[in-house]
């Protein structure tokens, strides 16, 4: 099982990027994705969900209308496009899949998002 995130990176305030979970080992269509992120000092945080086909997303309120979550479920890759990033989206980002009715998880293992002048 292997989920591997990309895209991080150093931006500007109000700058963007898209962060990229290439997933495999697993039956991906089977499991709810989620996107968590862990500043320094910080407990890690749910930032956004999405469910098995995609069709309902949530959104942690500190990211409502900048941060879009997405799935491909014939690609097996989970996407986050930031928009209007600030400062405090500073963080390690990890994705992770949830099996539905399960207490089976899977994490990868992060990407530096560095938001700074």
């Known amino acids: 099982v292997q989920l591997v995130e990309s895209g991080g990176g150093l931006v500007q305030p109000g700058g963007s990027l898209r962060l990229s979970c290439a997933a495999s080992?697993?039956?991906?269509?089977?499991?709810?994705m989620k996107w968590y992120r862990q500043a320094p000092g910080k407990e890690r945080e749910l930032v956004a969900g999405?469910?098995?086909?995609?069709?309902?997303?949530s959104y942690a309120d500190s990211v409502k209308g900048r941060f879009t979550i997405s799935r491909d479920n014939r690609k097996r890759t989970l996407s986050l496009q930031m928009n209007d990033l600030k400062v405090e989206d500073t963080a390690v980002y990890f994705c992770?899949?949830?099996?539905?009715?399960?207490?089976?998880?899977?994490w990868g293992q992060g990407t530096q998002v560095t938001v700074s002048s």
């Open positions: 992770k899949a949830e099996g539905m009715g399960t207490d089976t998880a899977y």
């Open positions: 080992g697993f039956t991906f269509h089977y499991y709810v």
């Open positions: 999405v469910t098995i086909d995609g069709g309902r997303k």
